[in-house]
């Protein structure tokens, strides 16, 4: 685990656009970085959706054949098992 120090900082309530292009400087974007040039293998986040989705997408890439970004959200249960569960 490395840690890498980032002095901006992405609030949620920000224009994920504008998020992305002036604050380059954030974790988010820092990380999405080290993906984008191998130095990660993936990015897990709690910050801002629509600037993950941003970033993502101007940033990262896209994959071949995905036409638009996935959102999973991981949902506890009675079990905790991560499944949906309804009953």
């Not at 309530?13 to 974007?29: D, N, Q, T």
């Not at 959200?73 to 079990?79: D, K, N, S, V």
Request: with cysteine; hydrophobic share 45%; aromatic share 4%.
């Amino acid at each position: 685990i490395e840690i890498v120090n980032a002095d901006d900082v992405i609030e949620t309530g920000e224009p994920p656009v504008m998020a992305i292009r002036r604050k380059k400087e954030s974790s988010l974007v820092k990380a999405m970085y080290m993906v984008k040039n191998k130095e990660a293998d993936a990015f897990v986040s709690a910050g801002s959706s629509g600037a993950i989705l941003v970033g993502g997408q101007t940033i990262v890439g896209r994959l071949r054949g995905v036409d638009r970004p996935p959102m999973a959200a991981l949902i506890p249960t009675i079990h905790l098992y991560g499944k949906c569960s309804w009953n």
